[in-house]
T-cell receptor, first 114, second 113 residues
Framework: DTGVSQNPRHKITKRGQNVTFRCDPI?????LYWYRQTLGQGPEFLTY????????KSRLLSDRFSAERPKGSFSTLEIQRTEQGDSAMYLC????????????FGPGTRLTVL | AQSVSQHNHHVILSEAASLELGCNYS??????LFWYVQYPGQHLQLLLK????DPLVKGIKGFEAEFIKSKFSFNLRKPSVQWSDTAEYFC???????????WGLGTSLAVNP
């Protein structure tokens, strides 16, 4: 158990709806990452937080996607006006700033857009 | 551009066979190297990692990997696989200031009892 939790575990929504996912890392995780994984692919980087600051966003992240980490603890990822192409597993990982930079993953949220 | 290439997409082995999964990366700077495993229905788990020092690293469950800098490779090995090793294996490179992970496509390993 990595101590990183994600909710919900599964989300089914209709195209055009907004969805929000939550990630709760352990308190020691000052780094937080979001990745997206589709079937048969490795995860792809979406965005990165150091404490509450969002320091990097992938070009994969369109304007419909927004992420926050308001107090440097939990994080949310919101997708507005969902499209079928957004269907994927959304993974959150936490870690500490250190020489090892190891990331510990949560179970993911599987999004299905109908 | 940064990239990670895993040589084998699907591997089928019998129990007790030896395993080697290839991983090559493309990145000019300092990198941290990882192998993660995803068992059926479970989340990604760290198998082993390399940061510096001895290029032969040992991980959990009898896995090891060797970093060969000149070949930009980080191959995963296990001398004798078990049925419980059936899983998806991902090679990843941590790069850049934010150490985001760049991933390979993964290798699906099936071990027949």
């Amino acid at each position: 158990d990595t101590g990183v939790s994600q909710n919900p575990r599964h989300k089914i929504t209709k195209r055009g709806q907004n969805v929000t996912f939550r990630c709760d890392p352990i308190s020691e995780h000052n780094r937080l990452y979001w990745y997206r994984q589709t079937l048969g692919q490795g995860p792809e980087f979406l965005t990165y937080f150091q404490n509450e600051a969002q320091l990097e966003k992938s070009r994969l992240l369109s304007d419909r996607f927004s992420a926050e980490r308001p107090k440097g603890s939990f994080s949310t990822l919101e997708i507005q006006r969902t499209e079928q192409g957004d269907s994927a597993m959304y993974l959150c990982a936490g870690g500490r700033i250190s020489s090892t930079d190891t990331q510990y993953f949560g179970p993911g949220t599987r999004l299905t857009v109908l | 551009a940064q990239s990670v290439s895993q040589h084998n997409h699907h591997v089928i082995l019998s129990e007790a066979a030896s395993l080697e999964l290839g991983c090559n990366y493309s990145y000019g700077g300092t990198v941290n190297l990882f192998w993660y495993v995803q068992y059926p229905g479970q989340h990604l788990q760290l198998l082993l990692k390399y940061f510096s020092g001895d290029p032969l690293v040992k991980g959990i469950k009898g896995f090891e990997a060797e970093f060969i800098k000149s070949k930009f490779s980080f191959n995963l090995r296990k001398p004798s696989v078990q049925w419980s090793d059936t899983a998806e294996y991902f090679c990843a490179v941590g790069a850049g200031n934010n150490r985001k992970l760049i991933w390979g496509l993964g290798t699906s390993l099936a071990v027949n009892p």
